[in-house]
């Protein structure tokens, strides 16, 4: 149900565009003059609004306190047979996981997508100041190891990480920037080109599920990080593939309030904003609608009302820009967002 990280920078660079050419048109989200306000297919009538939204620049995550989401933790994904023959390879890689939680990995983002630095200076800067060089400079000597990276700016950065993790310990590290799942996994796979790559818990999940059980396989990811772990390594299994510990750190869809909004009516998660408000101004993408995940989901699992849909983007600057300005209460975010505040 997670969107593609990949298919996520596209969707970003689209919704740029889609900014400026809104921008002396009218609201955003008015969809040329359709009725954004349509509830979805089976829902309630619109509600009243009792809590109108609250402008601010600051966005805060409400935490998903009934797991309505699928998890999609960063986990370390290694080529099997290179995780059999060099054992010192994947701890390496856990010393990351350990060191990084969302908050975190926002403030990564943050330093590359917002203050516009290097993915190689950031990691290089975090991997001192997490102390996550190897004890043992000597433990790669001698061995060789690619390190792969999707074709966006967060995987690029978990991917400099890795790579600076691995020099540390003697490895010779190449860092590959291979594209989409559907064309590096392969390589992964088989060890050809890439051998470690920062992948998603849920995300790679169900990509292999498909793989494996078919494109009509009943998921296997959900909210449940244990459950989920288990499916994803029997599946890494069967597909030649190994995983690191999970992290803390996830990059899943999310919704988001401005932090005005959170401290005024007092809401952390997203059952506290059920209990404090009705008839919520919600935007995102145009399939939020349909999506178990989006407001049916969140109609379904929290009890939430909304007044009005806008349809917008999933997770990107006109969502943002929306909630900034007032003009949404709720919007979908990506929870490591470089624009999200942190605790």
Wanted: with cysteine; hydrophobic share 45%; aromatic share 4%.
């Amino acid at each position: 149900m997670t969107l593609p990280r990949p298919a996520r920078a596209a969707s970003l660079a689209a919704a740029a565009a889609a900014l400026l050419a809104l921008a002396g048109c009218g609201t955003p989200g008015s969809a040329g003059g359709s009725d954004a306000s349509a509830p979805a297919d089976g829902a309630a009538a619109p509600v009243a609004a009792t809590c109108e939204p609250v402008p601010d620049d600051a966005l805060v995550v409400l935490e998903d306190d009934r797991h309505l989401q699928t998890v999609d933790n960063i986990v370390p994904a290694v080529n099997a047979a290179t995780a059999q023959e060099d054992p010192a390879l994947v701890p390496l890689l856990d010393g990351v996981s350990a060191a990084l939680d969302t908050d975190t990995l926002i403030g990564l983002n943050r330093a590359v997508d917002v203050e516009r630095r290097s993915s190689q200076e950031v990691a290089a800067e975090f991997v001192e100041e997490a102390g996550l060089a190897a004890d043992d400079d000597t433990a790669g000597a001698g061995r060789s190891v690619a390190v792969g990276a999707a074709d966006f700016a967060e995987s690029a950065t978990l991917g400099a990480i890795y790579a600076a993790v691995l020099e540390s310990a003697g490895y010779d590290v190449t860092v590959t920037t291979i594209g989409n799942r559907e064309t590096y996994l392969p390589a992964l796979q088989d060890g050809s080109q890439v051998q470690v790559v920062p992948e998603y818990v849920g995300t790679l999940a169900e990509f292999l599920n498909k793989q494996v059980n078919g494109a009509d396989a009943e998921p296997v990811a959900s909210g449940d990080l244990d459950a989920t772990v288990a499916a994803l390594t029997d599946l890494g299994e069967k597909t030649d593939l190994a995983f690191g510990t999970p992290s803390a750190a996830q990059d899943q869809n999310a919704y988001a309030v401005t932090q005005a909004f959170a401290q005024e009516h007092g809401v952390q998660t997203l059952s506290d904003l059920a209990e404090a408000c009705e008839g919520l101004v919600l935007g995102a993408g145009p399939e939020c609608t349909d999506r178990p995940f989006c407001q049916p989901g969140l109609e379904e699992t929290y009890g939430l009302t909304f007044s009005e849909f806008r349809s917008l983007d999933a997770g990107g600057p006109l969502t943002k820009t929306a909630l900034q300005s007032g003009e949404i209460t709720l919007g979908l975010v990506f929870s490591s967002d470089g624009a999200l505040a942190t605790s």
